[in-house]
């Protein structure tokens, strides 16, 4: 028999309520897409298990995700921080804030985010504001998941 291991996240918050992700996608100029919220109603914040890391089921790295609401990590204190985005690279444009959702970061603490702007519309960058270097992961976040998880086959 085969079966399929994935990768799971550790350290989530609370779980939320559709009136929890109702009130949170308030704040954005756009609708969340609903592969977010699906996400996010099953994994609120959370880190990849050391585990999972050693055995290569992570495909991008990713050294956790901000919560919503509960926790140390929210995405709304995130978007507050950043304020704005304006790479360096004119061709992306700038967001605004709540144009943008913070929602993953890598082990250099960059934030990765969704963009709400009508002209890229779910798109996924990696933000690296330091340096104002942006990067283009993914062109939404279900493709975005599928790139995250690496499922292994076991016998």
Not at 49 to 66: A, N, Q, T, V
Not at 85 to 101: H, N, S
């Amino acid at each position: 028999m085969v079966k399929i291991i994935m990768a799971t996240l550790i350290n989530k918050e609370q779980q939320l309520t559709d009136i929890d992700i109702d009130s949170f996608e308030k704040l954005f100029v756009n609708k969340i897409p609903t592969s977010f919220k699906t996400h996010y109603k099953a994994n609120n914040g959370g880190t990849p298990s050391e585990s999972d890391m050693e055995k290569g089921l992570w495909g991008l790295p990713i050294c956790g995700f901000y919560s919503i609401k509960y926790g140390k990590l929210k995405i709304e204190n995130t978007i507050t921080d950043i304020e704005f985005i304006d790479p360096e690279e004119k061709k992306y444009g700038t967001w605004a804030e709540y144009e943008f959702l913070p929602f993953a970061y890598d082990s250099g603490g960059n934030p990765i985010f969704l963009s709400l702007r009508k002209e890229d519309y779910g798109h996924i960058y990696l933000y690296a504001p330091d340096g104002k270097n942006i990067f283009s992961i993914s062109d939404d976040f279900e493709d975005f998941l599928k790139r995250l998880y690496q499922p292994q086959l076991s016998e």
